[in-house]
C-alpha cells in the first residue's frame, strides 16, 4: 500500500488523529489498537483517530484530550470537524483494527484489548448518532489502512502473524507446534 499520487500523506502513530480537506490521504498501522473514520460526503472533509484503549482508567479533571483514549479521540476529532464546518453526525464512520496480535496468549480479563477496542468503538458512534457503513474488526495479525480523505475510500490490508511465530508461541506455552 503506497502514497496517493497527488494527495498530501498523513502517517499516524498511536494516539494521534487527523482531520482534514480532499486533499489529504491518512495513513496508519494496527495492531490491538483502532481507527475511526469520519467522511462527509458532500464536503469531501475526514478525519482518522488511532487510539490505544477504549477510555482512561481514572478521569484526569480539567486534562486536554487525549487521542490514546477512544472517547477522547472522538470527541476530539468531532470538534476538529465542527471547526471545519462539518457537522460530525453527517459523516460516514468506518471503523478498523482491534487485532489479535499474540494468538497463543490468554488474558487474564478473558477479553483481549483489541476486541475492548473494536466493540468501544461501535459503541462511542452508536451513542453520538453516527452511521457505520463499513468495519473491519478482529481477526489475527496487524493491519495497514489508508484513507483517501477526497473521496472517502478506506483500504485495510489485514497481514496475519506467520505460521512459524505463531508455532513459537504455541511451543513455548507447551502447545502443538
Sequence with gaps: MTRLKDLMDIFLQP???FVGDSAFQIRTILGSCVSITLWHPR???GGMSHFLL???TVPVAGQVLDGRYGD???QWMMKDLQASGVNPKQCQAKIFGGGN????????SGIAVGRRNGEA????LQNEGIEVVSESLFGLGHR?????????DVWSRQVRPSQLEVSAEQS??????
Design 15 to 17: 494516539g494521534e488523529l
Design 43 to 45: 464536503l469531501h472533509i
Design 54 to 56: 477504549p477510555t482512561r
Design 72 to 74: 477522547e479521540a472522538l
Design 101 to 108: 496480535m499474540f494468538p497463543g496468549q490468554a488474558r487474564a
Design 121 to 124: 468503538a461501535r459503541q462511542l
Design 144 to 152: 495497514q489502512i489508508i484513507f483517501n480523505v477526497s473521496n472517502g
Design 172 to 177: 513455548a506455552e507447551g502447545g502443538a507446534s
